[in-house]
């Protein structure tokens, strides 16, 4: 069993920036390989970025490339998502999640979830 508690949202103008973390419990975290996904108002989740269990396989996607940067620290058991020249699209509650069975951008392969954390991007 996995617990995740996503924080760092909140209010940002556009071309900001915010780091959010995913603290997650268990001594079982490092053999997850962990997501984040967002949700805007009237739409489906989707994927965001993903990493690795050991933080060397990572995966974006294409509206986040370049701008985006998913790192985790087993350490802590925290995952991070560092979130640069934001844009008001960018607005949705984000998601971080685990996947026992491997990096994915697929919704659907993630075993565990947390609550979300908004993120609202003014223009």
């Known amino acids: 069993q996995v617990q995740l508690v996503e924080s760092g949202g909140g209010l940002v103008q556009a071309g900001g920036s915010l780091r959010l973390s995913c603290a997650a419990s268990g001594r079982t975290f490092r053999r997850y390989a962990m997501g984040w996904f967002r949700q805007a108002p009237g739409k489906e989740r989707e994927f965001v970025a993903a990493?690795?269990?050991?933080?060397?396989?990572?995966y974006y996607a294409d509206s986040v490339k370049g701008r985006f940067t998913i790192s985790r620290d087993n350490a802590k058991n925290t995952v991070y998502l560092q979130m640069n020249s934001l844009k008001p699209e960018g607005t949705a509650v984000y998601y971080c999640a685990a996947d026992f069975h491997g990096a994915t951008t697929y919704l659907g392969g993630y075993d565990y979830w947390g609550q979300g954390t908004q993120v609202t991007v003014s223009s």
């Open positions: 990493i690795s269990w050991s933080g060397g396989i990572t």
